[in-house]
């Protein structure tokens, strides 16, 4: 979990994925394309709710 939170920018330095954050789902126009692995906080889940952003993933 430190890995995870004193990673800068988009990934987790522990699992090398793309981490999707609050800030990347408030910016956001209503949808966001996640790419192969993401990995998206509780946090941006919960914003995504809050706000009516659709997250959509895509197939490997």
Partial sequence: LAAALA???GFNAATNRPLITAEEIESADGELTLPPGAIVTPLAL?????L???LRRVPH
């Fill in 7 to 9: 990673s800068p920018g």
């Fill in 46 to 50: 919960d914003r995504a709710r809050e």
């Fill in 52 to 54: 009516g952003v659709t």
